[in-house]
């Protein structure tokens, strides 16, 4: 029978601390009955954002195309839906039911593309567009198709999603971290990419890519065009290829901050020798749809033979679902002006977003009037990235600790925090180092999707499990 | 700028036939507006086969919810698809748009344990289940995990469906080729088992799993049980995994075959030592759903540990689509006896899979008039490998040759044929190296998925065609 020593060592290295063991505590009490508040991943839905009608009016009729023939579809359905569903099932009779392309639906990737022409105003080909389920799996193809071994450095910001940590473990390539400056707002600095660069080819290990992503997750930060501009003019030195994680890039709240593409920032530097990927996904931004599984990847400066091997691998496993593909095709080609649904869509995306900045922006509030906590107010995302200082455990002595030593107990600090969050309120939030955290520091990250209303709720429940916890902690004997 | 050099040379030595030049071309004429028969995929909906109303209407409604309490409801869907769907999202709210658990949706693993129960009469367990896009990703899943490198042998048919050997040269595995017996309708003997392991482990391989494909692809062979129980047997001795491929279950004409699962053979021989992991898929069977990407795989006598590595790897890209794991529910759930949808349904799926029948003998058929083609009449699944006679080409002494360039001379053989047939017929099939072939044979495999009025004219186009390309093969001067 297999067992666990049976497996690739890399895939037993792989952890994903949004889903890891706080979430499968989470998951048992809630079978037993108890009321689990999720903010540990971006799930909207499941806190009840509620759908964009337009996108599931499409969906629903292109699921049943005979509806399409009913006299009631007309009371049913806005005639631009019903019309864009006749021209999707015109473009491509079989509908959801068959494969597609290994790249995707053609018109789709074709969208996608005009949409980046539009929203950057640079020259954009369909031919660079790759449709994939969900933006995860188009960072995994990456990733897989770069890391050759332990000597292949990826690197990663700390904190990151711990997507990338698991995806370059998994693959057996090396973690590169850089650090993300808290106390300059989480943003990145060259002389950081440079040390952690340096540090890394003294150690054997060659940097092949930088990951970024922005608006950030954990953090909220949105990067500065000229920031942009440092990582691609850094990038060429080193030759490394950029994967940007774009998929926040509708999220941001900040009256002050932009979102600029790297796409964008590459075309204004006239850099055409860096590598660039990026990401977008139909679970983030106002769709919140998760369940579809949609997204795509973006390539340019990619040698053509680069590109048809990124495609055959994306082949093996046929395409990405269809549903996930049409959702990606309203999310860069919404209704547009004079089209019957283009108010109400307009109306639900800025109420969706609108509600999102509020509560950044209370939950922001709130935790900052707690003892104990601090945070860098989110830009963008869906995520507060909060610092929590927790009174020394007596009798630990952590300046004496190794890095890993002193980074394995800050680890158990900050999972104990969050089980005992978890067990005492309910609430469920994800450990700092199970993103990454500077030594010494403590955090957690909490989505702010809840109901706005239930919030305060939120924020009130957190400082007085904190105020408690600090107490308990205070109280307990010194280890032996 | 990124160059192939750069890439992993594992994934560039990946190869899927199915996607590749030769399809590549297809497309190229199909933009050129030529009419391309695609027989080269297993895409039933592409070639007109028709959805299952049921799973649509189902799909249709979850979509978009409020339709549920539109008064049209009731004129546009039958009661109980409405009944379901309300059902279904009383289980789960958000519907379509959240992710779920890692594994899936809980009721509907609970389904999948229940109809393996109903099918099998062994005992299940719906933990043991987990949701995945299309069989393709469950395969994946279990490869990433089990290969740790050059040494890990994985034992694959030839021929194989291509999946299999991309995704063990993806990661760095060995692919430990067994021959299926052409002559003895492509079954499996323990005897050559036993001399591929005994092979691979002189070569300094050790075997840890062997997959099988049930009923075949691309050879439609069923098993029988005798066969099952013997890898079962040959596994025990040698300490393997079984990987038993059964997408194609609900695809078996011959009258005197049956499909009996590895998860019922085990459970008679009271084997609790092999681990088994077993895959199934909505693309196949009647459903044909291959756009909705859904599907699972069950595994059997496996570490709690293992199970475990293997949800969390999953978790990595957060679960699969929920169109496709509603769909998998509807495979495994179908409507019952007394339920208004239940006579639609169940002559819906008999007329396809009549259809694919009779498609099968029409084509078997009219191959084997046809001289120079031969083929093992397909007893289930939706492919006839169908063997090629070519005249030996005039200076060419492939006795001489070694092994490796006797293959390439014969892939090239069989790809130049299948290219030919492209270009003069429209018609695209994947040549027989693509999933491999015993030395000095050729083959290609096709779909037997077109319209049943279409067949016989494709019969006429392959035979026109073959005999043309053999008269000039003939002629052709001797090779300097």
Same mark, same amino acid.
């Given at each position: 029978m297999l067992q666990r020593k049976d497996l690739n060592p890399n895939a037993l290295r792989a952890q994903y601390a949004v889903r890891g063991p706080i979430v499968d505590r989470a998951q048992q009490l809630e079978a037993q009955g108890r009321r689990i508040v999720y903010c540990n991943i971006g799930n909207p839905q499941a806190l009840r !954002?509620? &759908? #964009?009608?337009y996108l599931r009016q499409l969906l629903s009729l292109v699921e049943y195309p005979p509806l399409l023939d009913a006299p009631e579809v007309a009371k049913l359905y806005p005639p631009d839906v019903v019309a864009r569903a006749r021209r999707l099932l015109e473009q491509h009779p079989p509908g959801t039911g068959a494969y597609t392309q290994s790249a995707g639906l053609g018109f789709v990737r074709e969208a996608v593309a005009a949409f980046i022409a539009r929203r950057d105003g640079i020259p954009t080909d369909p031919k660079r567009v790759l449709l994939t389920d969900g933006a995860s799996k188009g960072i995994d193809l990456v990733l897989q198709a770069l #890391? !050759? /071994? &332990?000597?292949t450095g990826i690197m990663v910001p #700390?904190? !990151?999603? &711990?997507l990338y940590s698991a995806t370059v473990a998994r693959y057996g390539g090396a973690r590169v971290d850089y650090a993300l400056d808290e106390a300059a707002g989480w943003q990145l600095t060259e002389g950081e990419l440079e040390r952690a660069a340096g540090e890394a080819i003294r150690h054997g290990v060659r940097p092949v890519a930088i990951a970024v992503i922005n608006p950030g997750n954990p953090t909220g930060a949105v990067l500065r065009p000229e920031t942009i501009a440092m990582v691609a003019r850094f990038a060429r030195r080193h030759g490394l290829a950029i994967l940007a994680d774009e998929v926040y890039q509708d999220n941001v709240y900040a009256p002050d901050a932009r979102f600029v593409s790297f796409a964008r920032v590459l075309h204004d530097l006239n850099e055409r020798d860096v590598s660039l990927f990026s990401f977008h996904s139909v679970s983030k931004g106002y769709l919140g749809e998760c369940g579809h599984r949609g997204g795509y990847l973006e390539h340019r400066n990619l040698a053509e033979d680069v590109a048809q091997e990124l495609t055959k691998l994306q082949s093996i496993?046929?395409?990405?679902?269809i549903p996930g593909q049409i959702a990606v095709h309203v999310m860069v080609a919404p209704p547009q002006p004079g089209e019957p649904s283009h108010a109400s869509y307009t109306a639900e995306r800025a109420a969706i977003l609108d509600g999102l900045k509020a509560k950044a922006e209370i939950l922001a509030k709130g935790v900052r009037g707690i003892p104990g906590m601090s945070l860098v107010e989110p830009q963008g995302a869906m995520y507060a990235f909060v610092r929590l200082e927790l009174p020394p455990? &007596? /009798?630990?002595? #952590?300046?004496?600790?190794t890095p890993e030593r002193r980074r394995e107990h800050e680890s158990k600090r900050d999972s104990a925090w969050c089980l005992a969050l978890l067990e005492e309120t309910g609430i469920c939030v994800v450990p700092g180092s199970g993103f990454g955290q500077a030594p010494g520091t403590l955090h957690f990250r909490t989505t702010f999707l809840p109901p706005r209303e239930e919030i305060e709720g939120l924020v009130a429940r957190l400082r007085d499990f904190h105020a408690r916890y600090v107490q308990r902690l205070s109280a307990a004997p010194a280890r032996p």
């Open positions: !954002q509620k &759908p #964009v009608t #890391v !050759q /071994g &332990p000597a #700390v904190p !990151q999603y &711990p496993s046929l395409c990405s679902n455990e &007596p /009798g630990t002595d #952590v300046e004496s600790m």
